[in-house]
């Protein structure tokens, strides 16, 4: 992951709404869950929701499927760990100013 991406991912992740749009998707594991089940849950208007899916759509952190006549959501749990990685990637190596990592930390 390149910095742009992951500040375009982090800066989806800004929002309360989306944020709370994506833990919620992350408690439902990968059968995710219906627009529907997410406005139920979150008490959202329906445009609210739409904008913030839209954003989290574009930014890869979660994924829409058609079913019939509902839209299924799910957390993309690749990226969330892509993000991870890309900010522990340079963990402990080396800034002349800071301390090292402590014992027992994993990068």
């Not at 979660?62 to 990226?79: F, I």
């Not at 900010?87 to 800071?98: D, H, K, N, S």
């Amino acid at each position: 992951m390149d910095l742009d991406t992951a500040a375009r991912v982090l800066a989806e992740l800004g929002n309360r709404t989306r944020l709370e749009v994506l833990r919620l998707l992350v408690r439902a594991g990968p059968g995710g869950l219906s627009v529907g089940e997410i406005q139920a849950h979150l008490d959202l208007p329906a445009s609210t929701l739409a904008f913030h899916l839209r954003g989290l759509v574009q930014s890869g952190l979660v994924t829409q499927e058609r079913q019939s006549r509902l839209v299924l959501c799910r957390p993309c749990l690749a990226v969330l760990d892509e993000v991870m990685a890309f900010l522990r990637a340079e963990c402990c190596l080396g800034v002349p100013t800071a301390r090292a990592c402590e014992p027992g930390h994993a990068a």
